[in-house]
């Protein structure tokens, strides 16, 4: 009965030989995909992580304003009634897009005038997720006097940094 025993568990045992390798090379796979997957949620959220700033430069006073745009839309009034600029702009930023291996983000940007006319301008930041490597396209607005056409009272850029 002990020889009877040993002969049952010969071809289990051969089987098993057999699959050891096949399930070392499924764990060894199973590892690599969980490296993988765990490189490409750094990889995206670092490379891709980007704050979207606006910054405001009064010519006349010569200060600089920086706005962060965590509360969105933020509106920024450039009101200079005496010098002839009453502008209201509004910040508007937009959710994720994504487009294959590329994921944007972008901000709008709206200017309003009293009497209606409006400017409306992009910033864009696209993120290609293979290589790596993110494209910016910031936007700088020039606000004048209504009066006089060649002096600047205002800057308005916003960028993704």
Known sequence: ???GKQL????LLQERAKLMPRLRFLDILGVICALLGASLVCVVQNGYACTWQAELVNYTTQETTRVCLDATPV???LVQADKGVDVHCRLEQSE???IGIFKQEKVD?????????MITARAITIFDIFAGDTITHPVMLFFSNTRKYNETLYRLYVDCQ
């Open 96 to 98: 994720d897009v994504s």
């Open 1 to 3: 009965m002990h020889i």
């Open 75 to 77: 509106q920024i009034p």
């Open 109 to 117: 940007i709206l200017c309003r005038y009293p009497d209606d006319q």
């Open 8 to 11: 049952l568990r010969w071809p």
